[in-house]
């Protein structure tokens, strides 16, 4: 799974084996360590929860220190793996502005090789 921050932006990208373990375990995570000590790192995560993030919203982030969470229905995630759709998209109120979250399908580059490409969802640039 990549992680872009931008600004207030977050963006996940989710490669098939990814989608897969998010589909049957309900959730996916990576962790960046900056050093040898325990709190050197930082986690971020996706969850897919049959509750829900919310009635009113379509998804949600979760915050702890070292850890960030973006959570979706698990109704919106069924959908978008199963779909045509490049992503999931939503604004969170945070309190001190809001947050843009993206997670999409992490495509091939029409410029990598397959080797470098492995792991990706076909390009729809290219299919036809």
């Known amino acids: 799974m990549k992680l872009r921050i931008n600004g207030d932006s977050l963006r996940l990208r989710i490669s098939p084996s990814e989608m897969s ?3 049957q375990f309900g ?3 990576e962790t960046v360590h900056f050093g040898p000590g325990h709190d050197a790192k930082f986690t971020y995560a996706l969850l897919s929860s049959e509750d829900g993030p919310g009635k ?12 960030i969470s973006v959570v979706a229905a ?16 939503a604004k969170v ?7 843009e979250l993206a997670v999409e399908k992490d495509f ?4 990598k ?3 470098e490409n ?4 076909p390009n729809p640039s290219t299919c036809k």
């Open 21 to 23: 373990r998010l589909l």
């Open 27 to 29: 959730c996916i995570e």
């Open 56 to 67: 009113s919203e379509t998804m949600t982030v979760l915050y702890v220190p070292q850890e």
């Open 74 to 89: 698990a109704t919106q995630v069924r959908a978008w793996a199963n779909g045509t759709e490049v992503g999931m998209y």
């Open 93 to 99: 109120n945070t309190g001190a502005g809001q947050l």
């Open 108 to 111: 091939a580059c029409l410029d």
């Open 113 to 115: 090789d397959a080797a």
């Open 118 to 121: 492995e792991d990706t969802f």
